[in-house]
């Protein structure tokens, strides 16, 4: 079985920042693609980047203020949010593409993190 647990969220004013992390444990053989996602009420979910082989990808609304990393060793990705803004406000989700030891390869999401921004 392999675990996603996110950690980071919370409440933060007009032009702060928040990091968001995500560790994937369990029996990885290799990870693909990592990345955020985020929802907000009434709206359906979206992507906010990706990272995979090095290459990062952002939604248009937030290029420039949010950053997307990994750390290959620790099978962990992080988002570095700054300059937030209230329509940031959502539940950030991570997903993490990776081959599973029988050999399956697997899309997971996190349980998801809450993010508010006050304005």
């Known amino acids: 079985q392999v675990q996603l647990v996110e950690s980071g969220g919370g409440l933060v004013q007009t032009g702060g920042s928040l990091r968001l992390s995500c560790a994937a444990s369990g029996r990885i053989v290799s990870i693909n693609v990592m990345g955020w996602y985020r929802q907000a009420p009434g709206k359906p979910r979206e992507l906010v980047a990706t990272?995979?082989?090095?290459?990062?990808n952002y939604a248009d609304s937030v290029k420039g203020r949010f950053t997307i990393s990994r750390d290959n060793a620790k099978n962990t990705v992080y988002l570095q949010m700054n300059s937030l803004k209230p329509e940031d406000t959502a539940v950030y989700y991570c997903?993490?593409?990776?081959?599973?030891?029988?050999?399956?390869?697997?899309?997971?999401w996190g349980q998801g993190t809450q993010v508010t921004v006050s304005s």
């Open positions: 997903n993490v593409e990776y081959l599973y030891y029988t050999g399956i390869r697997i899309s997971r």
């Open positions: 990272i995979t082989n090095g290459r990062e």
